[in-house]
C-alpha cells in the first residue's frame, strides 16, 4: 500500500492531452509582459498521461478514510454522512458561480435563501436575529462575546469576566480571552453538570457572562438549566450557549426558551458538511432582540419583497469576514433543512441519541465510564481500567485503525483521564454501531492476551506506528 509521487511517473515528452497544431501566430510573451516577469526554463513539472493521473490519485484517495468510508465517532466533531444532495445544491451553477460584489438586484434568490436560512436557525435556536457571518464555531464564540461587550460598553458598565465550566469545549475560554476577558473556570459536580454551589461562588458584579456548552463535552445535557441561567441573569450577567451540539437538541429544546441571550451554531457539524477537514465552516450567531444592534454589519434584512445588506448598524461590533461569510456551507445547511423539515430535525436527534445510548451501554461493563448521569448524543468512557505499563488510550485509538474504523476522540475532554469520547452519529445504522462495539471489545481482550499487539499498532495502515516526540519535534517532510 504505497504510491508513488505523481513526479516520479514522469517521462519526457508524456502528455495528458491532445492538441491539433497551432495555427495561429505564436505570440512571444516577452511583447506583453514586464521585463523580469519571465521564466528563463521550464518549469520542473511532471510529465505524465491522463491515466498516470487519474491512477495517482485515486490510489491516494483509496488510501484515505472519510465519512464515506465508514464509521467515524470523532467525539465532539460530529463527524457524520451527510446526503450527497447537500453537496449537489452547493454546486447549482447559478448558486455557485456569484460573486459578492454582484449587485444586490441580480442576487435576489441568494439572498432570499439566506435570508431563510438565518429564519430557521433563529427558529431553531428561539432566538430573534441572526448574523451568518463567522466561519466557524470558535469564530462565532468570539463574535458572541464581542457582542456581549459591545452591550455592557453601551450600559455604562464594566465587566470583565467570563465563567466557564471545566466541561465547556477548549475554544470558549480560548474565545474568551481573546476577546479580552478574563476566564473564571468552575468544577463539574460528580454527575458531570455544573456544580450550582461553585457557580454562586464564582458570580459576582463583575462577571459578563457564562459561557455553556450544552449538552457539555460529556455528552450530558444540564438538567439544572433553569437554575443556572437564574443565577447569572439575577447578577446582571449574560447567557452564552455553545450551540455546536445542536444535533443532540433539534426540535425538542430551544436555548432561547431556556432565556439564554447569545447562542453560536456551528453549521459544518449539525447541518450537514462534516467537521474536522480543515474545510471551511460556519458559524452564525444568534441573539435576543436587546443585543441584535450589536452583530457584525452588514446584516441582511428584507423590506417589502426585496433583500438587502444593511450598513447602517452604528452600534455594530464590527465585520469579521471579508464577505458574507462561507456561502457553500451554508447552502448545504439550507438544503439539510428544508430536506429534513421539522420533524426530520427531531428525527435526527432521536438517533443521535439512541445511537449514544446503545452503544454506552454496550460497552460501559468492558471499559469504565466515569459518569453515570443519561448522556445525548456522545459519552465518554475512561481507558483507565484497561491501561497498563504498555498500553495507552492512544494504543487502543491506533489499533482501531487496523480494524478499518475511526478512533474517537481521546484525552479529551481533560476532566477523565484516558478519556475517549464518542460520537457515533444519526446517520449509522444498527450495522456499523455493532461493529465498532465488537471491534472495542475485541481490542479490550487483545490488551489481555497479547497486549503487544495493541501497543505497536497500526500495523494495517500505510503510515505504521510513530514515534509522536518525533514526528512532532522533527517533521521529515521532504521527498
Ligand atoms: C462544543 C464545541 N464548541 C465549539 C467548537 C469549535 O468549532 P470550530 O472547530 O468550528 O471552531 C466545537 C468543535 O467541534 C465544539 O464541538
Redesign the pocket.
Known amino acids: 500500500m504505497t504510491e508513488a509521487l505523481i513526479k516520479e511517473y514522469s517521462s519526457p515528452g508524456r502528455k495528458g492531452y491532445s492538441l491539433p497544431e497551432l495555427d495561429v501566430p505564436e505570440e512571444n510573451p516577452g511583447e506583453r509582459l514586464p521585463e523580469g516577469t519571465i521564466r528563463k526554463e521550464a518549469v520542473e513539472l511532471p510529465e505524465v498521461s491522463e491515466v498516470d493521473v487519474v491512477r495517482h490519485f485515486t490510489s491516494l484517495s483509496n488510501m484515505n478514510y472519510g465519512v464515506d468510508s465508514g464509521i467515524y465517532p470523532l467525539g465532539?466533531?460530529t463527524m457524520k454522512y451527510n446526503p450527497k444532495i447537500n453537496e449537489d445544491v452547493a454546486r447549482i451553477p447559478n448558486l455557485a458561480n456569484i460573486h459578492p460584489h454582484q449587485k444586490e438586484k441580480y442576487v435576489q434568490g441568494s439572498l432570499e435563501i439566506l435570508y431563510e436560512l438565518k429564519q430557521y436557525l433563529a427558529e431553531i435556536s428561539g432566538m430573534d436575529e441572526v448574523s451568518l457571518q463567522p466561519a466557524?464555531?470558535?469564530?462565532g464564540?468570539y463574535v458572541g462575546l464581542m457582542i456581549i461587550r459591545k452591550y455592557f460598553e453601551k450600559q455604562g458598565e464594566e465587566r470583565t469576566k467570563v465563567i466557564v465550566p471545566d466541561s465547556a469545549?477548549g475554544?470558549n475560554p480560548a474565545s474568551a480571552t481573546m476577546a479580552g476577558f478574563d476566564v473564571v473556570e468552575i468544577e463539574s459536580n460528580e454527575r458531570g453538570m455544573v456544580d450550582l454551589d461553585s457557580l454562586r461562588e464564582a458570580v459576582d458584579d463583575d462577571v459578563a457572562a457564562l459561557m455553556l456548552?450544552n449538552p457539555n463535552?460529556l455528552g450530558i445535557f444540564e438538567k439544572d438549566i433553569c437554575e443556572i441561567q437564574q443565577i447569572i441573569h439575577d447578577a446582571g450577567g449574560l447567557l452564552y450557549y455553545?450551540g455546536?451540539?445542536m444535533n443532540a437538541v433539534l426540535g425538542y429544546a430551544r436555548p432561547g426558551d431556556m432565556e439564554f441571550d447569545v447562542i453560536h451554531y456551528?453549521l459544518?457539524?449539525t447541518f450537514s458538511t462534516p467537521?474536522g477537514g480543515g474545510g471551511p465552516?460556519s458559524?452564525p450567531v444568534a441573539v435576543k432582540d436587546r443585543l441584535a444592534p450589536y452583530l457584525p454589519a452588514p446584516l441582511l434584512k428584507k423590506e417589502g419583497s426585496e433583500y438587502y445588506w444593511d450598513y447602517d448598524r452604528p452600534d455594530t461590533m464590527g465585520k469579521v469576514h471579508a464577505f458574507h461569510g462561507n456561502y457553500g456551507v451554508m447552502l448545504r445547511a439550507y438544503a439539510y433543512i428544508r430536506t429534513a423539515g421539522g420533524e426530520g430535525l427531531k428525527e435526527i436527534t432521536e438517533n443521535a441519541v439512541l445511537n449514544a445510548n446503545y452503544m454506552k451501554h454496550k460497552l460501559k461493563d468492558t471499559y469504565e465510564l466515569p459518569f453515570a448521569s443519561d448522556s445525548l448524543h456522545e459519552f465518554v468512557l475512561s481507558g483507565s481500567r484497561q491501561k497498563t505499563d504498555g498500553i495507552t488510550t492512544a494504543n487502543i485509538a491506533k489499533r482501531l485503525l487496523d480494524y478499518e474504523q475511526y478512533a474517537p476522540t481521546i484525552y479529551f475532554p481533560l476532566i477523565v483521564k484516558e478519556a475517549m469520547m464518542v460520537e457515533p452519529t444519526e446517520t449509522e445504522n444498527l450495522r456499523s454501531l455493532d461493529r465498532f462495539i465488537e471491534t472495542m471489545k475485541i481490542i479490550s481482550r487483545e490488551i489481555e492476551e497479547e497486549p503487544e499487539l495493541v501497543e505497536n499498532a497500526p500495523h494495517n495502515t500505510v503510515v505504521r506506528k510513530l514515534d509522536e516526540a518525533k514526528a512532532a519535534r522533527n517533521p521529515d517532510l521532504r521527498w
Do not use: M, R, W, Y
Not at 136 to 139: C, E, I, M, W, Y
Open positions: 465532539s466533531c466557524s464555531g470558535a469564530h464564540e469545549h475554544t456548552t463535552t455553545d455546536a451540539n456551528n459544518h457539524k467537521h465552516g458559524g
